[in-house]
């Protein structure tokens, strides 16, 4: 297949990231009203994005507790990053592995030079070469569509929401009566900041998967390869400890299947349903036959 420019999730992309500066605009605001100083605000603002932007990387593998290796303790997995990295005309990532039975993987960094493809010891021993090659390229197409450093920007600003949504709860109570109601005023706009935000993230994240999912059809020529790595994972997902799945939660709009549980994990789930995206990687398959 011919990788192609999605111009719909460029046009998302540009969408969620203005709709996002206006309410980085009003958040600022609001934590302006909270305490009182422009100064703190900015300084807050740009010591946390200076952090997330440069350093996105090596927080996510530090959240899943991966590390990167080298060639000689990792080959075949570094052979077959570096084969679709060309099959991608794509400077080769950092590679890391993550120590958890969670057969999951993602991609994280700023630019298509500073990215970091990740796969956990979960999916390591649960794919076959052909679904793993399905997989990486995934996260591969996730770094030529330049879309993770999108997604680490939103993030960044659901996170910072529900950290003052949280934390003025905690610590609002003991203000006096006119300070109590501006801690509450700041807490109702952050809810609705965190909202508005994390309605933004499942928009674009349903979306930018579909787009992967192409992607990563375009750089293999196999889309029936990805189609059963999908199928394999979730179906592999009911056999991980509650306990790992519930560490590994926070990088759910990153993983190539989420974890979710029930009716409204399903609901506000950062990804489309596995049938989904098995049933359009199988409309791929038919195309690529009948060509």
């Known amino acids: 297949m011919e990788w192609k420019t999605d111009w719909s999730l460029r046009g998302r992309m540009v969408l969620t990231m203005l709709l996002l500066g206006l309410l980085y605009v009003v958040f600022m605001g609001v934590l302006w009203f909270y305490t009182g100083s422009l100064l703190v605000v900015i300084l807050f603002f740009g010591a946390f994005s200076f952090v997330q932007f440069f350093f996105s990387d090596k927080l996510a593998l530090y959240s ?79 770094v030529k569509n330049r879309d993770v450093m999108v997604m680490t920007i939103a993030s960044f600003l659901s996170t910072l929401a529900f950290m003052v949504v949280r934390f003025g709860f905690l610590f609002g109570g003991g203000r006096n009566r006119q300070g109590g109601g ?71 709009a990153f993983f190539i299947i989420p974890i979710r549980s029930g009716f409204i994990g399903r609901l506000f789930s950062t990804h489309p349903s596995t049938e989904k995206r098995v049933e359009r990687l199988r409309d791929l398959e038919r195309e690529l036959e009948t060509r």
């Open 64 to 142: 899943m507790g991966a590390k990167e290796v080298s060639e000689q303790e990792y080959p075949e997995l570094h052979r077959t990053i570096e084969r679709l990295c060309q099959q991608a005309d794509l400077p080769k990532p950092t590679v890391a592995v993550a120590d958890t039975r969670i057969p999951n993987a993602f991609a994280a960094g700023r630019s298509k030079k500073s990215s970091t493809v990740c796969v956990t010891r979960g999916l390591l021993q649960t794919l076959d070469s052909a679904e793993m090659e399905g997989v990486l390229a995934h996260e591969l197409a996730h």
């Open 182 to 252: 501006q801690v509450l005023v700041a807490i109702a706009a952050s809810f609705a900041v965190w909202v508005l935000s994390y309605i933004l993230i499942r928009a674009l994240s349903r979306y930018r998967e579909f787009a992967a999912d192409r992607g990563a059809a375009a750089i293999t020529g196999n889309p029936s390869a990805l189609a059963s790595a999908l199928l394999t994972i979730d179906g592999r997902m009911d056999n991980v400890p509650d306990e790992d799945l519930r560490e590994a939660s926070e990088m759910n």
